[in-house]
């Protein structure tokens, strides 16, 4: 069998994570940049060597201010922190449709945990310009508390300003590499 090496297609892909905010509605973001190297035997991507990183400097809501405020010690501390890194440790399949669990250790502000993501195989296609694609739609929930994120207010109500609870969305397009 033949290794193969993938990277992402960043223009093809999203790194998005969700998050309550005053428990009644929920704020997306995204990393900008990140990047992946994933090492399979042929097309399995069920023995795949998965690892990924994103930049947190390059964490987007769609607000300046929330921005920064992720940005500094009270969340990420990009400054002291710059990566977000996963390394995948097992897969399980889930059905014959091509859903399967990945298993991994995600890094956040140096406390590593063990996460487990929810996974949908898209396909390998060849496209318009001869470049072998793999796509995949990635979904999880972690406790932002559990990595150090702990920043917390309260409403004068009492209400919680920003949940611990965040759900990963990711919408992944792999290139092979030649």
């Excluded at 042929?42 to 930049?55: G, L, N």
Aim: charged share 25%.
């Amino acid at each position: 069998m033949a290794t193969k090496n993938w990277v992402i297609d960043p223009t093809h892909s999203e790194v998005q994570f969700k998050i309550k905010h005053l428990m009644i509605t929920t704020v997306t973001g995204s990393f900008d940049l990140f990047e992946a190297n994933v090492q399979t035997e042929e097309e399995d991507f069920m023995r795949a060597k998965v690892s990924f990183s994103a930049d947190v400097a390059s964490v987007s809501t769609g607000n300046e201010q929330r921005d920064e405020h992720l940005k500094s010690a009270d969340f990420f501390d990009a400054a002291k922190y710059p990566r977000i890194t996963f390394a995948a440790t097992k897969y399980e399949s889930v059905d014959n449709d091509g859903s399967y669990e990945l298993h991994g250790d995600l890094t956040i502000k140096d406390v590593t945990k063990s996460i487990k993501l929810g996974v949908e195989f898209g396909g390998v296609v060849k496209d318009p310009y001869g470049n072998i694609k793999a796509g995949f739609s990635i979904n999880g929930k972690i406790n932002r508390k559990d990595f150090g994120l702990t920043w917390s207010a309260v409403t004068e109500a009492g209400g919680v300003v920003v949940s611990e609870d965040v759900r990963i969305v990711c919408e992944i397009q792999l290139i092979e590499q030649q």
